[in-house]
């Protein structure tokens, strides 16, 4: 008979067998050697055809049962076996199976690698796990993971071996030192290869080059988005088989849940390693910006934080030299030894550091200081541009380094540099870290130079001001000489609105402002030697301009002691010194220049004072005078009276600014028309205090007619020297400061007297009556002026440098 018909009759016979068989009464059934047996005859021929023809039964099964039965009588089938007793087994199980018992064995393996992620839910353990369990699934001897390099993902740098693992229950990594053909094979295709010895297989000439391996079956780990993370090669000895397709099946279904958990793996371990990196950078702050002690501290903290942040074996720091091209260090290498140089005693304090220096350009940190590029060189003596002179001194072998320039404002100002990584190379996600790190490196090392820069130029400030103090203080010689001299003073001329200082020299002058101030407070709460040296010094710190000079700040003084004597009783004690030291002191070191010209020079007094900018310095300098020993006049004040005595001394003296006066007057006008003053409210005696120290300030417009002149004419050349240095700054000076037009001089004065010197001298009055001569004297002073101002009009023309006193 043909034996195509031949088999077509069997099957059809044994089909119709097994058709019947299933429909008969199970119950009827035995097992002998756990077959189950029957009663009747043809079910028996039937299972004794499938024993002894197993090709037909598979070929059966695969041609003519649908997968969905298969699968339902798998699952039935290991469902009885669960039930049936049985040794207990080990996990490396019979090949078969595990070729068959597919959903046992995915739920077994997803809860070894979740409880594997929760434990060490790192990458090259999970691979780990992964591997074990598949070599044990497939009946392998063992396994091999061979890593993708993360800067090449193509190329494999690194293995795990299937029994190495380190004291903590890590895989040991190992360096790949020789080329593997069949793995880089399989990662750049990422294709499933068995292999066996002595197959021809023109891909792989070599064979399988490890003697312990007989045959091998290698295959690509892939994650979910395509990348490949490692080449997984399982292995058998020469007393095993070879690897067949159902072993890649085997291998496959495990990969896919196995890549799947390494993503998830990934990223935990990217979460867990942004939460380390945010507290590792939170502790470098803390560190390096609580505790900026010096420069070379700071470079050894960096290079320490440096060192942990990659785990690398030694690290060094560069900082760029601007001036001289070059790269310099004085702390060159830290290493685990806690920053000591190779053969240092550690019982022995280190030696004072040693700089170096090198061009931009030169080796490998020279080079990334150069182009601003990161390097990262796995194999330092493959690179032309590795300095190999330092191992040969040293005796230590660099292998691979991380060089990472620091910047600051786009400019590479430094460059860290790590070298040989513990375990294995220095990756991509080390640089990214990296990279993070040296923004707040940039941002130290900046605030280090600019505290180096603080720091030394507060010693040359403390230098500055020794001198000035030294220049500016007054001698105990002029102390015992304002001590010989005291005798013979009397305060009654001195209480007059018409004195002129001008009579006397400065000398004189001093010994007169010591005379009222005893006359006003004595000194029973003041020691006599602090006022002497406070106002000799006081007397030194005014610049020798034509106008706001001694003689300037003593006339004031000498006002407002005027007005004071005739007005007791309407201010309160602590009102009184202040209002006199403020005037005595309300010019202190005024360099006969305005504010605005201050502002419009860009003077760095604008620059810390962007309002009533030389009144603001006035009183910084009276507190330095105050600060100097043997100086303080308020020594035996109160806490409490000091505060306030200071608070007055700079309201008083910041009122002098004409820009204030405008606003107070105002409001202090408004209470008096409303008829709202009063001496019990603290806001209205504050006004008042401001518009008497306004009055007293221009008392030289309400003092007789040969004064005024005289002052005058220091008032204009003062204005005048303002205005040439404006013109040689390329601007153009107000009329009245410019020396090309004098005739304007009578008419500037009428505006301001009208504008300023009467409406303040009237609202003093009206307060303060007994300070009616000096609102009568300024009235006659404007008459004068309007008097010239018409002249000048009517074609004469009058130059006030040159009027005598008539």
């Not at 001001?465 to 005798?487: F, G, M, P």
């Amino acid at each position: 008979m043909d034996p195509t018909a031949m088999w077509s009759t069997v099957t059809e016979r044994v089909v119709n067998l097994w058709k019947n068989r299933a429909s008969c009464n199970m119950d009827r059934n035995t097992k002998v050697n756990g077959v189950s047996q029957s009663d009747d005859p043809m079910q028996q021929q039937v299972v004794n055809y499938l024993r002894n023809h197993p090709d037909f039964l598979e070929h059966y099964l695969m041609e003519e049962v649908e997968i969905e039965q298969m699968e339902r009588w798998m699952i039935r089938r290991i469902q009885r076996s669960k039930k049936q007793p049985q040794q207990q087994q080990a996990r490396k199980t019979s090949l078969s199976r595990w070729r068959f018992c597919v959903h046992a064995d995915k739920r077994q393996m997803l809860q070894d690698l979740t409880h594997s992620l929760q434990l060490r839910p790192t990458r090259s353990h999970v691979l780990w796990e992964l591997g074990s369990c598949i070599s044990s699934a497939v009946g392998a001897d063992g396994f091999r993971l061979y890593l993708t390099d993360t800067a090449n993902p193509e190329q494999l740098s690194l293995y795990l071996d299937h029994d190495t693992l380190t004291e903590d229950g890590e895989p040991r990594l190992h360096k790949i030192k020789s080329g593997l053909t069949v793995p880089q094979y399989v990662a750049r295709t990422r294709e499933p290869v068995r292999l066996t010895r002595g197959d021809v297989d023109a891909r792989f000439p070599e064979g399988i080059t490890n003697k312990d391996t007989a045959h091998i079956l290698c295959q690509a780990v892939v994650q979910p988005d395509g990348q490949l993370v490692a080449v997984l090669e399982l292995w058998r000895h020469e007393h095993g088989t070879p690897f067949h397709e159902e072993d890649e099946e085997i291998a496959y279904s495990y990969l896919v849940w196995g890549a799947i958990a390494i993503h998830y793996a990934h990223l935990f371990l990217n979460m867990n390693k942004q939460r380390k990196l945010n507290d590792f950078l939170l502790a470098v702050v803390k560190s390096i910006f609580q505790d900026m002690v010096s420069m070379d501290m700071l470079v050894m903290k960096v290079m320490n934080f440096a060192q942990r942040l990659v785990d690398a074996d030694r690290a060094s720091l560069f900082l760029v030299d601007a001036k001289s091209k070059e790269l310099y260090a004085t702390i060159f290498d830290v290493g685990n030894n806690g920053g000591k140089a190779e053969g240092e005693d550690e019982t022995h304090a280190p030696s004072t550091p040693k700089e170096i220096r090198f061009p931009l350009g030169t080796g490998i940190a020279g080079q990334v200081a150069l182009t601003g590029e990161v390097l990262n060189i796995a194999d330092a003596y493959s690179d032309s541009r590795f300095n190999r002179s330092i191992d040969q001194i040293t005796g230590y072998r660099t292998e691979s380094i991380l060089s990472m320039p620091i910047f600051i404002r786009g400019n590479v100002i430094g460059v860290v540099q790590m070298v040989n990584k513990h375990s294995g190379y220095f990756t991509k996600e080390d640089e990214e870290a990296f990279e993070t790190f040296a923004i707040y490196c940039g941002l130290a090392l900046h605030h280090a130079k600019l505290y180096d820069k603080i720091r030394r130029s507060e010693q040359k400030y403390r230098v500055a001001l020794e001198v000035l103090s030294y220049h500016n203080t007054c001698t105990e010689e002029e102390v015992r000489q304002c001590i010989d001299k005291e005798d013979g003073l009397h305060v009654d001329l001195l209480q007059n609105y018409y004195f002129s200082a001008f009579e006397y020299d400065d000398f004189q002058k001093v010994q007169f402002a010591i005379c009222m101030f005893t006359d006003l407070f004595g000194l029973s709460r003041f020691d006599k030697m602090s006022l002497i040296r406070f106002t000799l010094t006081v007397k030194k710190n005014y610049r020798r301009v034509p106008y706001h000079n001694w003689t300037h700040g003593f006339s004031v003084a000498n006002t407002m002691y005027s007005i004071l004597k005739r007005s007791k009783g309407v201010f309160k004690s602590t009102e009184c010194l202040a209002l006199f030291i403020g005037s005595l002191c309300h010019d202190l070191d005024h360099r006969g220049k305005n504010n605005k010209f201050m502002l419009d020079s860009e003077s760095p007094l604008a620059a810390m004072y962007s309002t009533s900018t030389m009144e603001h310095h006035h009183f910084n300098q009276t507190v330095a005078i105050l600060q100097q020993e043997g100086h303080n006049i308020f020594s035996k004040l109160s806490n409490s009276e000091y505060k306030q005595v200071l608070g007055l001394v700079k309201h008083c003296i910041l009122a002098t600014d004409l820009a204030l006066f405008f606003p107070n007057k105002a409001r202090l006008s408004q209470l008096v028309a409303e008829d709202k003053f009063s001496w019990n409210i603290l806001e209205h005696r504050i006004l008042l205090q401001a518009i008497a120290m306004t009055a007293s300030d221009l008392s030289a417009s309400a003092k007789p007619w040969d004064i005024q002149c005289e002052t005058v004419k220091v008032i204009f050349e003062e204005f005048y020297q303002q205005g040439d240095e404006e013109r040689s700054l390329g601007r153009q000076p107000m009329a009245m400061m410019d020396r090309n037009k004098p005739d304007e001089q009578a008419s500037s004065q009428v505006g301001f007297i009208t504008g300023i010197c009467i409406p303040c001298y009237s609202l003093l009055q009206h307060l303060l009556p007994d300070t009616q001569p000096l609102l009568d004297m300024c009235q006659q002073n404007l008459d004068k002026w309007q008097k010239l101002a018409d002249e000048v009009r009517s074609g004469k023309s009058i130059n006030i440098l040159q009027l005598n006193r008539e």
